[in-house]
């Protein structure tokens, strides 16, 4: 039974340092994942020398992952259509972030790129920005607004 606890920790251990990615080649995974491979077989063998393999260490340590998520986006962008070539832009950062304080602006300007591109134009005016936090229980969060006007070419309308 605790073989099977340490295999299925080394399991999830290199699902979760691989990127959740499925391999195809067993050669190709150890060359491109070799430090995942060794992190995983180390933090397994560590939990298990430390005792941390009982059931009530391993329940404390997935509620800690599912209320912390570390492979969720930190940031959740919601871009909303006001009418042709005018967009809302609203960020929410994660409510337990490491990191990411001072990213909404970077991530507004990137994404209303993104828009520009896709929708065929040249660039955008930014009409409205805005950074706060929300103070929401039990935890407040970062949020971002902004609006944009996406703009065909000016020297050259008909591009």
Same mark, same amino acid.
């Given at each position: ?35 995942? +491979?060794?992190? #995983?077989?180390? !933090? @397994? ?11 009530? $260490?391993?329940? %404390? ?47 507004? +300007?990137?994404? #209303?790129?993104? !828009? @520009? ?11 409205? $920005?805005?950074? %706060? ?27």
């Amino acid at each position: 039974m605790k073989r099977a606890i340490f295999l299925l920790i080394v399991f999830v251990a290199l699902l979760i340092s691989s990127g959740c990615s499925w391999v195809r080649n067993h050669d190709e995974f150890l060359q491109e994942n070799n430090g995942s +491979v060794a992190g #995983a077989v180390g !933090l @397994a063998w560590m939990a298990k020398q430390l005792q941390y393999l009982k059931p009530e $260490y391993l329940a %404390g340590g997935l509620l800690a992952y599912g209320i912390y998520d570390p492979l969720a986006p930190t940031w959740e962008i919601r871009v909303t259509e006001l009418d042709s070539g005018h967009c809302r832009i609203g960020l929410d950062m994660k409510r337990l972030a490491t990191g990411g304080d001072g990213e909404a602006r970077q991530i507004f +300007v990137r994404v #209303a790129q993104a !828009l @520009a591109e896709k929708g065929g134009y040249t660039g955008f005016d930014e009409l409205r $920005y805005t950074e %706060g936090i929300e103070s929401t229980r039990p935890f407040a969060h970062r949020t971002a607004m902004g609006e944009i006007r996406l703009v065909k070419s000016r020297h050259f309308p008909e591009l």
